[in-house]
């Protein structure tokens, strides 16, 4: 019986998912791996939003039908788009779902067998939980208890929520069930960059390429903030990754933008370090579009953004959050003050990304992908990557100049992996772009 209510639960997500697409994908041929990977982003993204926003009228039993029709709803408007979209040819494809199907049985039984910790049952299993025991909704006292200020009260619910859901369909709490969401993230990573590789390179070979890059990172895998530990983290790198697709095809092809608006909205909602992902996007959104004349576009395209940043700042406001103290003022006293630290942090962010254990060779990789990209004026479309990886690279080592941690080093080593792993994505498309031409396997449009 809870097989097919979490069924019912992925079910709904997966429908809601492919009505939310039908409406944001641009006209042209999409291949159905493209569609399933947004159906499970887009999805987890509306399921999660729709929770938060309804589950103040509406509760329990009720909240799920309400969501579930809606969802239904959507799932039928993209069914009906699905079926006049002719598809684009990727070959291989019956080999990536079968490659893929095992990759994801894989995933799934490491998960069932990763206990959630840290993070996975502080942060998020914890919201969880109160939301399911709550009819949907997470108590308004939780954010404002300043005895919960060391469980970050102020971290968005995307990944709680999505969590919520599975429980309220299966009528209670079941960590077993839920950890499954590490294959509809995983699922939902390997789609869009099989289908984004593919459609912007013209070689689905290369999409393959990212894809077993991808599932042999362990960072990406079975690392703290992994698919398999169901931390935010993970999910935060799926959404950036499509984002940054997204982007890289507007900026080619004028095409994909509102894609990439309601992608880069996700971002702050999956986590607060998903607003320095959006603000660097936001600046290459700026220049792209004031380069290719169409500055009219930014404004429409960050709305999505502004929206959640500001709905959340103001619910926050609300409720009386207390809030946690992860970091000083930013200021530039209080850089100057601490500008000791500097070679501190640039010596670990060094070793980071030399850390094979975690990373194999992706970073060395993406320079050498930087370099040859920058040269190759067939690989103009990528140059933006190596602006957005280098800006992310410096703001996320340089915030740790104003960490309240007591310990420093502590502070680096618990969280800069993690933070490096959505910087990773668009890494990972670098070097797939980067790599020689093999074979002539092209992707019919």
Same mark, same amino acid.
């Given at each position: *019986?809870?097989?097919? &209510?979490?069924?019912?639960?992925?079910?709904?997500?997966?429908?809601?998912?492919?009505?939310?697409? @039908? /409406?944001?994908?641009?006209?042209?041929?999409? =291949?159905?791996?493209?569609?399933?990977?947004? @159906?499970?982003?887009?999805?987890?993204?509306?399921?999660?939003?729709?929770? %938060?926003?309804?589950?103040?009228?509406?509760?329990?039993?009720?909240?799920? +039908?309400?969501?579930?029709?809606?969802?239904?709803? &959507?799932?039928?408007?993209?069914?009906?788009?699905?079926?006049?979209?002719?598809?684009?040819?990727?070959?291989?494809? +019956?080999?990536?779902?079968?490659?893929?199907?095992?990759?994801?049985?894989?995933?799934?039984?490491?998960?069932?067998?990763?206990?959630?910790?840290?993070?996975?049952? $502080?942060?998020?299993?914890?919201?969880?939980? !109160?939301?399911? /025991?709550?009819?949907?909704?997470?108590?308004?006292?939780?954010?404002?208890?300043?005895?919960?200020?060391?469980?970050?009260?102020?971290?968005?619910? $995307?990944?709680?929520?999505?969590?919520?859901?599975?429980?309220?369909?299966?009528? #209670?709490?079941?960590?077993?069930?839920?950890?499954?969401?590490?294959?509809?993230? +995983?699922?939902?990573?390997?789609?869009? /960059?099989?289908?984004?590789?593919?459609?912007?390179?013209?070689? +689905?070979?290369?999409?393959?390429?990212?894809?077993?890059? /991808?599932?042999?990172?362990?960072?990406?895998?079975?690392?703290? #903030?992994?698919?398999?530990?169901?931390?935010?983290?993970?999910?935060?790198?799926?959404?950036? !990754?499509?984002?940054?697709?997204?982007?890289?095809?507007?900026?080619?092809?004028?095409?994909?933008?509102?894609?990439?608006?309601?992608?880069?909205? !996700?971002?702050?909602?999956?986590?607060?370090?998903?607003?320095?992902?959006?603000?660097?996007?936001? *600046?290459?959104?700026?220049?792209?579009?004031?380069?290719?004349?169409?500055?009219?576009?930014?404004?429409?395209?960050?709305?999505?953004?502004?929206?959640?940043?500001?709905?959340?700042?103001? %619910?926050?406001? &609300?409720?009386?959050?207390?809030?946690?103290?992860? %970091?000083?003022?930013?200021?530039? =006293?209080?850089?100057?003050?601490?500008?000791?630290?500097?070679?501190?942090?640039?010596?670990?962010?060094?070793?980071?990304?030399?850390?094979?254990?975690?990373?194999?060779? &992706?970073?060395? !990789?993406?320079?050498?992908?930087?370099?040859?990209?920058?040269?190759?004026?067939?690989?103009?479309?990528?140059?933006?990557?190596?602006?957005?990886?280098? =800006?992310?690279?410096?703001?996320?080592?340089?915030?740790?100049?104003?960490?309240?941690?007591?310990?420093?080093?502590?502070?680096?080593?618990?969280?800069?992996?993690?933070?490096?792993?959505?910087?990773? *994505?668009?890494?990972?498309?670098?070097? @797939?772009?980067?790599?020689?031409?093999?074979?002539?396997?092209?992707?019919?449009?």
């Amino acid at each position: *019986m809870n097989l097919l &209510l979490f069924l019912f639960a992925e079910l709904g997500v997966w429908a809601a998912g492919l009505g939310v697409a @039908a /409406l944001l994908l641009p006209a042209r041929p999409v =291949s159905r791996v493209e569609w399933m990977g947004l @159906a499970l982003v887009l999805g987890s993204g509306g399921i999660s939003l729709a929770l %938060f926003a309804l589950s103040w009228a509406v509760q329990g039993g009720a909240l799920v +039908a309400v969501v579930a029709v809606a969802s239904g709803a &959507l799932g039928m408007f993209g069914i009906a788009r699905w079926r006049k979209v002719r598809p684009v040819a990727l070959p291989g494809g +019956a080999w990536f779902a079968a490659v893929l199907a095992a990759l994801l049985l894989v995933v799934g039984w490491q998960a069932g067998n990763h206990p959630l910790a840290a993070d996975g049952l $502080f942060n998020f299993e914890i919201r969880a939980q !109160l939301a399911a /025991l709550h009819g949907g909704r997470v108590p308004p006292a939780f954010f404002s208890d300043p005895a919960r200020v060391w469980m970050h009260p102020n971290y968005p619910l $995307f990944l709680p929520l999505n969590q919520a859901w599975i429980y309220l369909c299966l009528g #209670g709490p079941n960590q077993g069930w839920a950890q499954l969401l590490s294959v509809h993230f +995983a699922a939902g990573a390997a789609c869009l /960059l099989f289908s984004g590789v593919a459609r912007l390179t013209g070689d +689905a070979w290369r999409g393959g390429l990212a894809v077993g890059m /991808l599932f042999l990172m362990p960072a990406a895998m079975n690392s703290p #903030g992994g698919a398999i530990s169901l931390w935010a983290d993970f999910p935060l790198a799926v959404i950036f !990754l499509g984002a940054v697709i997204y982007l890289v095809e507007f900026e080619a092809a004028g095409s994909g933008l509102g894609v990439f608006a309601v992608l880069l909205g !996700l971002l702050p909602w999956v986590k607060r370090e998903g607003l320095v992902l959006a603000g660097v996007l936001v *600046m290459a959104l700026l220049w792209i579009t004031w380069r290719r004349g169409k500055i009219r576009q930014f404004p429409a395209a960050i709305a999505p953004l502004a929206i959640v940043v500001l709905g959340w700042k103001i %619910f926050l406001g &609300l409720v009386h959050v207390s809030a946690d103290r992860d %970091f000083l003022p930013v200021s530039l =006293s209080v850089a100057f003050g601490h500008a000791d630290r500097l070679p501190f942090v640039v010596t670990a962010l060094a070793r980071e990304l030399f850390a094979w254990q975690r990373w194999c060779l &992706l970073w060395p !990789l993406t320079l050498v992908a930087v370099i040859r990209i920058a040269r190759d004026p067939a690989l103009a479309r990528w140059r933006l990557i190596a602006p957005v990886v280098g =800006s992310l690279l410096a703001l996320y080592s340089g915030i740790y100049i104003f960490s309240a941690w007591p310990s420093l080093a502590l502070h680096v080593v618990t969280s800069l992996p993690r933070l490096l792993l959505p910087v990773a *994505m668009p890494a990972l498309l670098a070097v @797939a772009a980067a790599v020689p031409r093999w074979g002539t396997d092209k992707v019919t449009k």
